[in-house]
């Protein structure tokens, strides 16, 4: 398994940005695909965003596409997340996520190692 620290959360206004970051610890880090899911409170658990191991595929889920971008440094054993015209509706606990068998899906059933999540709040 992989060890995942996520960090950059904060408070931001409405139409702000925020870069979150995970920081990764394992072997299995630069062949695992990796994903950004988010929790509001009172709902369930949302895919945000997931990347292939190489960086070449992403996918992401529609309230975020054009808004949002996943990207990672193998080298740094590192994943983000830059979140760019943020909205009160994208307040949540971002969370990453690890799948060493590089599927870039929005199925949580499909990570198998979680970080304990960063606090993002967008204020109206």
């Known amino acids: 398994q992989v060890q995942l620290v996520e960090s950059g959360g904060g408070l931001v206004q409405a139409g702000g940005s925020l870069r979150l970051s995970c920081a990764a610890s394992g072997r299995t880090f630069s062949s695992s695909a990796m994903g950004w899911f988010r929790q509001a409170p009172g709902k369930e658990r949302e895919f945000v965003a997931a990347i292939s191991w190489s960086g070449i595929r992403t996918y992401y889920a529609d309230s975020v596409q054009g808004r949002f971008t996943i990207s990672r440094d193998n080298a740094k054993n590192t994943v983000y997340l830059q979140m760019n015209s943020l909205k009160p509706e994208d307040t949540a606990v971002y969370s990453c996520?690890?799948?060493?068998?590089?599927?870039?899906?929005?199925?949580?059933?499909?990570?198998?190692?979680w970080g304990r999540g960063t606090q993002v709040t967008v204020s109206s």
């Open positions: 996520a690890a799948d060493p068998a590089n599927r870039v899906t929005s199925f949580p059933t499909n990570f198998d190692s």
